[in-house]
C-alpha cells in the first residue's frame, strides 16, 4: 500500500470517486470529481487520507455518522451525503442514462424525482448482543462491524422517535452472541418488525420478547424468522386507496411518496387497458390501484404477499375483478397464449430483471407496458428486447427512492405502435 497524490475525475456505479491513473483507474469512497487528495492506493482502491483541494461540489456531510471509517463516523447507510444536491441527481440520473446507452438504447430520460430526508418507512437494520444490551445500527461498509446509531436522516420521524424503544425491542430479542436483521416497517397502526436470526428462541426467550412488546405502544406487530411471535393488530398499508395488511418481513417500497409517484405513471399509463396482468406484484402496489378502472390478474410467487393482495381486493368495495396466481415467473413465465387476453402489462420483478418473461412479452398482442426495476443496467437488457419485439418507449423516469445511496428506481412505459 502506498500514498499518492490523485485527482479525482468522475464517480463510479457505486458512489465511489474515480482518478485515472498509469496504473489505470484508482476508486476512492467519500470523494468527489474535482477532489485533489491523498490517498492510501492497494490494487485499484484507496482510502481517502486528506482532502488537498476540495471540489466545488463538496459539501458538509449532514449526518455525524456519515464519513471514512473511525470512532464517529462510517455506518456504511450512505455513500454520497458529501456531493452537492445538483452533482448528485446529475450522477443519479447518468446511471440510467448510461445503462440505456450500454444497450444501445436512444431515448430522453426524465429528470430525476428527487426523494427528500426522513422519507424511508422500512429500514433494516443491524443487531448484535452485548455485555450492555443490544447495539443497534448499520454495518460498515464491507464489514460485519455494527455501527450504532442514534437517529437516521433518511428514516421516517416516527422510526427516529422510537429508536429507543426498538434498541429495548432488539435487547429482548438478542439471545445469541450471532449478529440479526431487525426489520422496521413504519406502518399504521405501529411499527411491524420483523427479525432475522441464525439463532433459535426457547420458549421463555419467546415469553420474554412477547411481554417486551406488549409495553412498547409504538409496536403492532413481532415476527422472528417468520413465524408471528405477537400481533397487537394486523399493520396496514395504502396502496392508493385500498387498506392492506403486508405479511411479515414482506417487500414493500421502501418510501411512500416514491411509490405514490410510482403508482400514478403505471396507473395513467393503463388506465385504458381493460385487462391488465399485473407480474411480480407483491401485495399489490400496483395491481389494487388498477383495480379501480381495469380487471386485473395478479402473479407472484410469494403466497403469504398474494393472500394479502387478495384479502385486500376481496374486502374493498368499487373494485373490477382481481384474480391471483401463485406463480414463479423466473422458473414457469406466462407463455405467449396467456398473455393474449391483455391489454395491458406492469412488471416489476426483483433486481435480476424479467429476462426470460419479457422474451415472451415481447412476441405477444399486449399494447401497453410499463416496467418497473430498482436495477438500470437488468432494466436496459429487459427493453432492449421489447424493443426488439417491436415496443416504443414513451418514457423513463428515474426515481430517487434510496437517497444517497448507489440506487435508482426506474419506470420505463412502452406501447406497441398499431400495424
Known sequence: ?????????????QGDGIADTSNGPVFV??????????????????????????????????????????????????????????????WKHGLVVAALKSRGIDTDVAPLVACAPGARRRVVFAARRT??????????????????????????????????????????????????RFSV???????????????????PDRLR?????????TVTRLSFNGEILIEKQPPELSFGAVIVNPPPGGFVQASNAAEQVMGDLVSAHLAKSKRVADLFSGSGTFALRLARHSHVHAVEADGPSLSALDRAARRTLGLKPVSVEKRDLFRRPLMLSELKPYQGLVFDPPRAGAEVQVGDIARSTVKRIAAVSCNPVTLARDLEILIK?????????????????SHVEVVALLERPKR
Not at 420478547?209 to 405502544?217: G, M, N, Q, S, T
Open 131 to 180: 455485555d450492555k444490551g443490544a447495539i443497534l445500527g448499520f454495518n460498515r461498509a464491507s464489514s460485519h462491524q455494527i455501527v450504532p446509531i442514534d437517529a437516521c436522516l433518511v428514516a421516517t420521524a416516527p422510526i427516529n422517535q422510537g429508536l429507543p424503544g426498538l434498541r429495548r425491542l432488539a435487547t429482548a430479542v438478542a439471545v445469541g452472541k450471532e449478529a440479526f
Open 29 to 90: 469512497p467519500f470523494t468527489v470529481p474535482g477532489d485533489t487528495i491523498n490517498a492510501a492506493v492497494e490494487k485499484g482502491r484507496a482510502s481517502l487520507m486528506a482532502v488537498l483541494e476540495p471540489s466545488s461540489d463538496r459539501v458538509t456531510p449532514p449526518c455525524p455518522h456519515f464519513g471514512p471509517d473511525d470512532d464517529n463516523a462510517g455506518c456504511g447507510g450512505c455513500a454520497l451525503q458529501h456531493v452537492a444536491d445538483g452533482a448528485y441527481r446529475a
Open 209 to 217: 420478547i412477547i411481554a417486551a412488546v406488549r409495553a412498547e405502544p
Open 1 to 13: 500500500m502506498s500514498a499518492q497524490k490523485l485527482d479525482i475525475t468522475r464517480l463510479g456505479g
Open 185 to 203: 416497517l413504519d406502518a399504521a397502526p405501529g411499527f411491524d418488525i420483523a427479525v432475522d436470526a441464525p439463532f433459535s428462541l426457547k420458549e
Open 389 to 405: 419485439g417491436g415496443y416504443k418507449i414513451l418514457s423513463v423516469t428515474p426515481i430517487d427512492q434510496f437517497l444517497w445511496s
